[in-house]
């Protein structure tokens, strides 16, 4: 059978693997990221054929790093006009500091995320195919990752809070591209795909090489289905831990002993690392290397800062670990009677103009019943708490709710390990 005979089954194949998704209900609103490039063009033309337009809703990044990008975004808003799409445009801006492409993903997903959460955007749609995949097994190998490194790019995954999905993670590029030209679909190619400056684009060109050892892409792929078996194997085992042995205060979470004991299993290093990604509201969790031995010293009596947490040491052998004020951020609180802050907390009250949501901190002295809230002193630096200019408005956590609520909006364990209790 030719190529050319196999194109058209790539929009069943799309619209099968949103079906299986399950978490893009018929009312859902969908977001859907693209930057011009033939993969996310030819996601939002297979979307526009697979699902109802008026739920779809396009996004666009422009980093400010090209003078042809904005070409490349016209092409993008001119061809989602013509499918009855909505299209916008963010801008982020590079700080100079970092690594400039991890540092343009991160800022990409979080002005995505924020667009998505002001719109209710239940699902963001992301263009990354079967080539993806293997740069990302490949590159993570070269850094020595383990099961969870290797396992790649999932279908479908929490991000944030965001539902995060790649319905062309068993397409090629190749393909792909075989299917726009066969439906007359103009795309962008980004000449920074070929700069060899960029891991990704070296680990791309030495993939030829790696063919000839019996290294093919369908061996690779194979290995990266192996890993992620095992990774969710590790999650239940992990979840099922957690359960037993962590338990969540408000925005805290309190480890028996045999939660800390860190040298030889995997499922309580695991468990740890997770935590302090949960309570930091961070997507990366600490160097191994860094989390073992500040646990250790906790386990010594000592109390530890690290990746914006704080781990105390409980007299049964246990911990406590707690969000660091310092880490925080402030939120200006908007017209929206609910509030979120610090990616974990939801508040609730009446808000008004100039309010600020920030960590409570020397503000614990205005709250004259703290001590009877059972939380330790330093949990209530870390809660939230409402200001107008330099007056406390409101710390429900520490007994000053003044009309004001503030819950944690995911329970850890399952937040954690992407497994419903």
């Known amino acids: 059978m030719s190529v050319k005979a196999k194109l058209p089954s790539l929009v069943s194949q799309f619209a099968q693997v949103i079906e299986t998704l399950g ?3 018929p009312q859902s609103k969908i977001g859907i990221a693209v930057s011009g490039g033939g993969d996310s063009i030819a996601m939002m033309h297979m979307a526009a054929r697979s699902l109802d337009p008026q739920r779809l809703h396009i996004v666009s990044v422009d980093h400010g790093l090209r ?9 993008v808003t001119q061809q989602a006009n013509a499918l009855g799409l909505s299209h916008t445009i963010l801008n982020w801006v590079w ?14 997903f979080a002005v995505m995320r924020e667009w998505a959460v002001q719109n209710g955007i239940e699902t963001l749609l992301l263009g990354h195919t079967e080539d993806d995949q293997v740069e990302t097994f490949l590159l993570r190998l070269a850094r020595g990752s383990g099961v969870d490194g290797l396992t790649g790019m999932a279908r479908s995954d929490i991000r944030e809070g965001l539902r995060v999905a790649r319905p062309l993670l068993g397409m ?20 920074s795909n070929e700069d060899t400056r960029f891991d990704r684009v070296r680990a791309r060109q030495m993939y030829a090489q790696l063919e000839t050892l019996g290294l093919t892409r369908k061996r690779l792929l ?5 890993m992620q078996a095992a990774h969710l194997s590790l999650q239940r085992a992990a979840h099922d831990f957690a359960h037993k042995h962590v338990r969540q205060n408000a925005g805290d979470l309190i480890f028996a002993p045999q939660a800390l004991d860190l040298e ?36 010594n009596g000592h ?42 907390w939801q508040l609730t009250g009446s808000a008004g103009e100039g309010l600020e949501i920030k960590a409570l901190g020397k503000g614990i002295a205005q709250c004259e019943n703290w001590r009877e809230t059972g939380f330790p002193r330093a949990s209530l630096l870390a809660s939230p708490s409402v200001w107008q200019g330099d007056r406390l408005i409101a710390a429900p956590i520490a007994g000053f709710s003044n009309g004001w609520t503030a819950q944690i909006v995911a329970v850890f364990h399952s937040r954690a390990f992407g497994i419903e209790d």
């Open 23 to 25: 978490a893009i209900t």
């Open 67 to 75: 003078p042809e990008a904005k070409d490349e975004l016209e092409v």
């Open 95 to 108: 700080d100079q500091s970092g690594n400039l492409q991890a540092a343009a993903r991160d800022g990409r």
């Open 172 to 191: 090629s590029r190749d393909s792909l591209r075989d299917w726009l030209r066969d439906e007359g679909i103009e795309w962008c190619d980004d000449p």
């Open 222 to 226: 194979q290995t990266v289905d192996h």
């Open 264 to 299: 030889l299993e995997d499922t309580p290093r695991r468990v740890m690392a997770a935590a302090f990604s949960w309570v930091a509201s961070k997507p990366y969790r600490p160097r191994f290397e860094n989390l073992l031995a500040r646990v250790e010293q906790v386990r």
């Open 303 to 344: 109390k530890v800062t690290l990746a914006g947490c704080i781990l105390l040491p409980l007299p049964d052998g246990g911990a406590r670990l707690i969000r660091e004020a310092a880490a925080t951020s402030c939120t200006v609180v908007g017209a929206d009677d609910q509030m979120h802050w610090d990616k974990r």
